[in-house]
């Protein structure tokens, strides 16, 4: 009934083994074309993995969480926040040979909640952070066959899996993992100073102005971050809160609503 997704830790693997593949399937003749950008690709890969690696050997010496720092306590079985996702919708990933497929499309927002549900204590305590579809705002849901999402957070944000149990045992994939939904990883994000606040896509600013979102960047870290893609992601996190303000992935932008 459930389908787990790959988590942070392991999707390094198969993308290094996905390039390969992929680059040895190329005819012969475009290979020397296709050779230095499969060469990058392989390089943020393994930077991506290696920036993990230190993060896990260094998990037993680091005596701070990274939760508890950002949110000010640690989670609580039954505490509850709203977040709205907007996908972003890309045309690089549609088959280029359907024009129709390179036509524009509506960006997708949805109203999620998300609540504690389990703490697991430890040497490396885990929060499970159950996550609901919700039709409101005027936004309706986006997948009923999805039950509900299961993320499992460790303390560090260093990593983090996601778990979709689906209301039809015959489902194995959600247009919800089109969305940025999981927290990033920030114990490898680079944190940086920022002096203004980050623009809203058009389609967030008027539930963000409803809920009156205005993260205060005093009392905020921003952080910066490349995913095993090599792709920027961008994250906004008020101090006291218990989820970023402002979360940029490539599948789009997420912000907290409340509390």
Request: charged share 25%.
């Given at each position: 009934?459930?389908?787990?997704?790959?988590?942070?830790?392991?999707?390094?693997?198969?993308?290094?083994?996905?390039?390969?593949?992929?680059?040895?399937?190329?005819?012969?003749?475009?290979?020397?074309?296709?050779?230095?950008?499969?060469?990058?690709?392989?390089?943020?890969?393994?930077?991506?993995?290696?920036?993990?690696?230190?993060?896990?050997?260094?998990?037993?010496?680091?005596?701070?969480?990274?939760?508890?720092?950002?949110?000010?306590?640690?989670?609580?079985?039954?505490?509850?926040?709203?977040?709205?996702?907007?996908?972003?919708?890309?045309?690089?990933?549609?088959?280029?040979?359907?024009?129709?497929?390179?036509?524009?499309?509506?960006?997708?927002?949805?109203?999620?909640?998300?609540?504690?549900?389990?703490?697991?204590?430890?040497?490396?305590?885990?929060?499970?952070?159950e996550v609901t579809q919700l039709n409101?705002?005027?936004?309706?849901?986006?997948?009923?066959?999805?039950?509900?999402?299961?993320?499992?957070?460790?303390?560090?944000?260093?990593?983090?899996?996601?778990?979709?149990?689906?209301?039809?045992?015959?489902?194995?994939?959600?247009?919800?993992?089109?969305?940025?939904?999981?927290?990033?990883?920030?114990?490898?994000?680079?944190?940086?100073?920022?002096?203004?606040?980050?623009?809203?896509?058009?389609?967030?600013?008027?539930?963000?102005?409803?809920?009156?979102?205005?993260?205060?960047?005093?009392?905020?870290?921003?952080?910066?971050?490349?995913?095993?893609?090599?792709?920027?992601?961008?994250?906004?996190?008020?101090?006291?809160?218990?989820?970023?303000?402002?979360?940029?992935?490539?599948?789009?932008?997420?912000?907290?609503?409340?509390?």
């Open positions: 009934m459930s389908k787990a997704t790959i988590s942070n830790r392991v999707l390094p693997v198969f993308l290094i083994g996905g390039l390969t593949a992929g680059f040895f399937s190329i005819p012969v003749e475009a290979q020397d074309d296709s050779y230095d950008l499969y060469l990058e690709s392989l390089k943020i890969a393994d930077r991506h993995v290696q920036k993990q690696k230190s993060v896990s050997d260094r998990a037993g010496a680091l005596s701070t969480s990274m939760l508890r720092s950002l949110y000010g306590k640690y989670y609580k079985i039954g505490e509850t926040w709203k977040v709205a996702a907007l996908r972003s919708d890309s045309t690089m990933a549609r088959k280029v040979s359907d024009a129709e497929q390179l036509q524009p499309r509506a960006d997708r927002v949805i109203i999620l909640q998300y609540e504690v549900v389990d703490m697991k204590n430890g040497p490396n305590p885990r929060a499970v952070v409101e705002e005027g936004y309706p849901i986006v997948d009923a066959s999805v039950e509900k999402i299961i993320l499992t957070i460790d303390d560090q944000l260093a990593e983090s899996t996601a778990k979709y149990i689906f209301k039809d045992t015959k489902k194995t994939a959600s247009s919800l993992e089109l969305f940025p939904i999981e927290v990033p990883t920030l114990a490898t994000a680079d944190q940086l100073t920022r002096t203004a606040a980050p623009d809203l896509p058009s389609a967030l600013k008027g539930v963000a102005s409803k809920h009156g979102y205005n993260p205060k960047l005093s009392q905020s870290s921003w952080f910066e971050e490349d995913d095993a893609f090599g792709r920027a992601v961008k994250i906004l996190w008020q101090h006291g809160d218990p989820w970023p303000a402002y979360l940029k992935t490539s599948n789009g932008v997420s912000i907290l609503l409340s509390k």
